[in-house]
C-alpha cells in the first residue's frame, strides 16, 4: 500500500498542477469533441457522395453531388481547425504548467538545508531543472492530445460502429483489450528505462558540472585521479 501511494504520489501533484489550468483543459476536451466528430462525420459523408455518383438505376444527381462534396470540405475543415485548436490550448497547458513547476522548484531550492546540496550534486540538481522538467513539457504537449483525442475518438467511433452494425462491433470490442494489454506492457517496459535514462543523466550533469567546468577547484584541491 505504502509502495502504491509513493508510485502515484508524484502523478497524483503533477495533475494538481495541470488542474489549475481549468479553461485551457476546458477547451481541449470541447474542440477535441468537435474536431474529431468532423473527422469522423466526412468519411461517412464520402460513402453519400459514392452513392450519389453510381446511383441504382437512375441518372447522376449533380447537384446533390456538388452540396455534397461542398459539406465534407467544410466537415474536414473545421475538424481540422478544431484538431489545431486542441493542440494550441494542450500546449498552452503544459507550457503553464512546466512554468510553475519550475518556479515552485526554485522557491523549493531556497528552503532546503545547506546539508542537501552536500548530499547531492549539482549537476543532479541541475538535470532536475532542465532533463526532467523538459520530458514533462513533451509528455505533456503530446499526451494531453493523444489521451483526450483518443478517448474521444473511441467513444464516437463505437458510436458510429453501433449504428451501422452491432455485430461488427462486438467483434471489435472483444479484440480491443489485447491492445491495451500490449500497451500496458510497453509502459511498464519504458518506465524502467526512463527512470535508468533519468539516473544516468543526473550522475552525466553531475560530472559535467562537478568535474569539467570547476576544473580550477578540482586542480586546487588534487582531485585530478579521481
Sequence with gaps: MKASKTKTGPLRRLLGVVGRNKWPLAGVFFCAVLGNTGILI?????????????PQGGPTDWAALIRTLLLIAAVVAVGCLFNWLTALCANLVANR???????????????????YYDTHSRGDVMSRFTND????????????????SGVITVLLCLGFMLSMNPMVTLV??????L?????????????RRFREQS??????GGYA????SGQRTVKAFGYEER
Excluded: S, W
Design 179 to 191: 491492445c491495451f494489454l500490449v500497451g500496458f506492457a510497453i509502459t511498464k517496459y519504458g518506465n
Design 42 to 54: 466526412a468519411p461517412k459523408l464520402v460513402g453519400r457522395a459514392i452513392n450519389l455518383i453510381m
Design 172 to 177: 471489435a470490442v472483444f479484440v480491443t483489450p
Design 199 to 204: 539516473r544516468i543523466q543526473g550522475q552525466l
Design 209 to 212: 558540472e562537478e568535474l569539467i
Design 97 to 115: 504548467t512546466v512554468q510553475a513547476l519550475r518556479t515552485d522548484l526554485f522557491h523549493k531550492l531556497g528552503e532546503l538545508p545547506l546539508n
Design 133 to 148: 522538467i523538459d520530458a514533462i513539457a513533451d509528455g505533456l504537449n503530446q499526451g494531453i492530445v493523444q489521451l483526450v
